[in-house]
């Protein structure tokens, strides 16, 4: 039996699971993790406040986690200088978790929730999942938004929920404030409307973090994540900042005791350290430059990137080089937006690799 041959929901039918290949190969630089081992110190410190949680394991965690959210509000409110408190922060299992939470609140059957892509796929794959019809905005050629194109698709087709990511997977570009600003305006002008901005890979970025903005917007929301500049994937932590509401909202959906008390007292530890942890996002940030500048040598057109990733291209048959890359031995990301290839900024020795790896590619084209 295949999974069409079975009553699942229509919209799901002919789907495909979200995932990268994972394979064994030396360099692996193809999902955006951070290739910086957490730091014994904290590995240490992790192990102390987990053994503390495992003491009363058979007690349900805090439900609300109200310690955790106190941390990140302060976290939140030391790096970008605009005020956040806990009744205005939520975490989940990974800000996948979050924007699922908000679908369930603000989407769901008969409402629609739109992007522009090409951008996060599992904006897309958690709407259809959450029942809530998908639609694709337009970007323009060099992957920005343009405000005209998108302000005329919010007209046309009066979305509920909008997501702008910034910077946005999986070309690395940034939103400017100014653009954020016209698309909430124009998304409320059309009728109530929720406003998301992805900031996944925002501590990577050059510009400051776009915060600031839900000062007066009770309809927009900031979700983060604490996998890419905490160095922590394999926690699963996500969360956002938003009017107390919105947070509010989000707990008429979230399971009881959603979040376990292992993972409540791993992510408390790490945002102990945050200062190590935001020196090795100044690490990545200048490899991620020398690697961008070190492809534009080589005559490929990159997209410039807020990220810890970068597009590159254009290929006539990207799936191509990507095989050839990884037969030397580097992975590396198809996405399959036309002539486009995605690569995580690793350490300096794994971007050496990738970049030999490309030389000798580039040279056999």
């Not at 999942?129 to 302000?151: E, N, S």
Request: a negative charge.
């Amino acid at each position: 039996m295949k999974i069409d041959d079975l009553p699942v929901r229509d919209e799901l039918r002919g789907q495909s699971p979200y995932g990268a290949p994972q394979l064994d190969v030396p360099v692996q630089l193809n999902t955006n993790e951070n290739p910086y081992q957490l730091p014994e110190p904290l590995v240490a410190r992790i192990a102390e406040r987990v053994a503390e949680a495992a003491r009363n394991l058979n007690r349900y965690p805090d439900r609300d986690a109200v310690e955790l959210r106190t941390e990140l509000a302060r976290y939140l409110t030391r790096t970008t200088g605009f005020e956040r408190a806990p009744e205005q922060v939520w975490a989940a299992n990974g800000s996948n978790e979050i924007i699922q939470q908000l679908l369930q609140t603000f989407g769901g059957p008969g409402r629609s929730a739109l992007g522009f892509e090409p951008s996060y796929q599992m904006h897309e794959l958690i709407s259809r999942g959450t029942g809530t019809r998908w639609i694709a905005g337009p970007r323009r050629a060099d992957f920005t938004i343009d405000v005209d194109a998108a302000v005329a698709a919010l007209a046309e087709h009066r979305p509920d929920v909008l997501f702008i990511c910034s910077p946005n997977n999986p070309t690395g570009t940034a939103v400017d404030a100014a653009t954020v600003l016209a698309l909430h305006d124009a998304a409320q002008a059309v009728k109530p409307t929720m406003v998301i901005v992805d900031e996944a890979y925002v501590e990577f970025s050059h510009r400051e973090s776009l915060l600031p903005l839900l000062a007066g917007r009770p309809l927009l929301v900031v979700t983060r994540t604490m996998s890419k500049a905490f160095g922590a994937a394999g926690l699963r932590l996500g969360y956002l900042a938003a009017d107390r509401a919105v947070v509010d909202a989000v707990q008429l959906v979230r399971l009881p005791y959603h979040l376990s008390a292992v993972t409540q007292a791993t992510a408390l530890a790490c945002l102990e350290h945050t200062d190590t942890l935001l020196g090795y996002v100044e690490r990545l940030k200048a490899e991620r430059d020398r690697v961008v500048d070190a492809l534009r040598a080589l005559g490929l057109d990159v997209t410039d990137s807020d990220s810890n990733f970068i597009q590159f291209g254009t290929f006539e048959d990207q799936h191509a080089v990507w095989r050839a890359i990884l037969d030397l031995g580097v992975l590396i990301r198809d996405n399959g937006v036309p002539g486009q290839l995605r690569v995580t900024a690793g350490t300096p020795a794994e971007n050496d690799a990738f970049l030999d790896a490309v030389r000798t590619v580039t040279k056999e084209l």
